[in-house]
């Protein structure tokens, strides 16, 4: 792969990753937990092509989210934050795996749809409005975290761009917050992925926590060559 590739495939891939969700999130005005089996019935019935979209759409997603998230990676741990480039793929990988949930589930529901009882498919629907939350909003929460604290840390990405990204961290792992976070990440998603293809660009520089004592010992080595010199003349 050459070095135009690696540049781009990572943004294209956020990109991509924010429209499939986004439009699965527009076509998925599925039944709401709760709903009779009747009425879940009838709407997989009428609605199996748009299904079976949505379907397609949150698998790619996902896809491409661990694709954006590795790249992401990557960049941070060239700047210096290995750790915390860890967690962001670990939190992504967590992510996608919610939406891959969410995707099976839909399926679940979607295929042969007319041989489920009214029952069965009550309690599928029931399972499917919340099967996924668990991973998708505690893998946002690390993903963001993990990248908003490695911004500002390494200076990787501006520092406006770092604080917010932790502030969806945040709220994300608030509970009472993680949908707006969620709703929140699609832009943001969006803002990184342009940073990163910029940024990718230009040269490497690893950027480290100052360290006192190196200050010190190069401040006083000097001196003492100024020092040894005087008494050998």
Do not use: C
Not at 33 to 53: C, E, F, L, W
Not at 58 to 87: E, H, I, K, P
Not at 109 to 119: M, P, Q, V, Y
Not at 156 to 161: D, F, I
């Amino acid at each position: 792969m050459t070095d135009r590739w690696k540049r781009l495939v990572p943004p294209v891939a956020g990109i991509g990753f924010v429209a499939a969700i986004v439009v699965a999130v527009v076509l998925g005005n599925t039944p709401d937990a709760g709903s009779s089996g009747a009425k879940v019935i009838r709407y997989y019935t009428t609605h199996h092509g748009r299904a079976n979209a949505d379907i397609l759409l949150l698998a790619y997603g996902a896809v491409m989210a661990v694709v954006f998230y590795a790249g992401m990676a990557g960049y941070l741990r060239r700047r210096g934050s290995d750790l915390l480039a860890t967690l962001t793929v670990a939190g992504g990988v967590l992510m996608a795996a919610g939406f891959a949930v969410g995707a099976g589930a839909y399926a679940a529901l979607n295929d042969h749809t007319t041989k489920l009882s009214a029952d069965a498919a009550q309690a599928l629907n029931n399972v499917n409005e919340d099967i996924f939350f668990v991973a998708l909003f505690g893998g946002l929460a690390l993903v963001t975290l993990s990248m908003g604290i490695a911004m500002l840390r390494t200076q990787a990405m501006p520092k406006a761009l770092g604080i917010i990204t932790v502030i969806v961290g945040v709220g994300a792992i608030s509970g009472i917050g993680s949908w707006f976070a969620f709703m929140a990440s699609a832009p943001l998603t969006l803002a990184i992925a342009w940073f990163l293809y910029e940024r990718t660009g230009e040269p490497e520089s690893i950027t480290l926590p100052d360290v006192p004592e190196q200050r010190v010992v190069e401040t006083e080595a000097p001196a003492k060559t100024t020092r040894r010199s005087r008494t050998t003349a």
